[in-house]
């Protein structure tokens, strides 16, 4: 693992394990999205202080917006999936879960069933906001997803590197795959087509030594073998009409993305689009839980999720 990114973890702990347990609010599930912003819009999470919408905003109760002349987006709103146009000179607030109008007006544009499907999954459920002290150890010990779907398109496993000095062989079913040392923080593998569900596990090698193999986990009083799934055509399928139908109703809202993929078991990749958002969007804090949800509890990225969680806590405080 490279110098800088073990610095920033080590920066990170030290700020973040102030007590054992520390969860920071994620608070409540987004009211609505704003999306294909153009011109001058801006955001308000009180009603006081006004920042720059840049393409797209996720909207909670309190929240205002508002349009200069030339601003204009789309409004969609999470509990009907109904969707506004947002012209300029318009503002409005969320208020109890409604978007209240205080000038200027919105107007009703189309919706679908996939948008209003896509805007039920920003739950609490599949958010993540907690940091634990973990015990020092120089033990070196390797996590990875427990149920991880792959396809011709996603094809690509991800785990924590424990160290530039190792590499990996991965076991899928009777295939396995030799993956050379990284100097990356998240080691990426592609593994080949296979039929169903195939049983999969790690072994870290230093040079022709094996010095880990990775175990079954615990679920309450079993163990259990971690498993890729190979997505069927039909699946794969679903999958992709549903993105086409994403991008038309959300173009350029990679956070929206995420949600297909997660539908899906894709956690890799519902990784890589919320990480494009947030490069695109990195003020708005208020996706950051469901992204930690996916890196920290379906993919296992600690020293990620711990590096990511300090821009999260600054954004908050």
Do not use: C
């Amino acid at each position: 693992m490279n110098h800088w990114f073990k610095a920033i973890i080590t920066i990170g702990f030290a700020v973040l394990l102030l007590s054992p347990v520390q969860a920071f609010a994620a608070g409540k599930n987004p009211v609505a999205v704003l999306s294909q912003v153009k011109g001058d819009v801006t955001y308000s999470k009180n009603g006081k202080k006004w920042k720059k919408v840049r393409r797209n905003k996720f909207l909670k109760e309190g929240y205002s917006i508002k349009s200069g002349a030339n601003g204009k987006g789309t409004l969609t709103v999470q509990g009907t999936g109904d969707s506004f146009t947002l012209t300029g000179n318009t503002t409005f607030h969320i208020k109890k879960g409604k978007i209240v109008t205080d000038a200027g007006k919105l107007e009703a544009a189309a919706s679908s069933a996939l948008v209003a499907g896509l805007m039920r999954r920003f739950d609490q459920s599949q958010t993540y906001t907690t940091v634990r002290r973990s015990a020092s150890s120089k033990k070196l010990h390797l996590e990875s997803a427990r149920q991880l779907s792959l396809s011709k398109d996603h094809p690509f496993i991800a785990f924590e590197n424990p160290g530039a000095e190792y590499k990996f062989r991965i076991n899928v079913g009777k295939k396995s795959y030799n993956v050379p040392a990284s100097k990356n923080a998240v080691v990426r593998a592609k593994i080949g087509k296979f039929d169903g569900v195939q049983p999969y596990s790690i072994e870290v090698y230093k040079g022709k030594k094996k010095v880990y193999s990775m175990k079954p986990y615990r679920q309450g009083k079993e163990k259990k073998s971690r498993e890729l799934k190979w997505l069927s055509a039909a699946e794969a399928k679903n999958v992709q009409s549903q993105i086409k139908g994403t991008h038309a109703a959300f173009p350029g809202n990679d956070a929206m993305l995420s949600k297909v993929y997660e539908q899906a078991g894709l956690f890799v990749p519902a990784m890589d689009a919320y990480q494009a958002y947030l490069t695109e969007s990195p003020d708005d804090e208020d996706i950051y839980p469901y992204y930690f949800w996916v890196i920290k509890k379906q993919l296992f990225l600690t020293q990620l999720y711990t590096h990511e969680m300090v821009k999260y806590k600054s954004l908050t405080e």
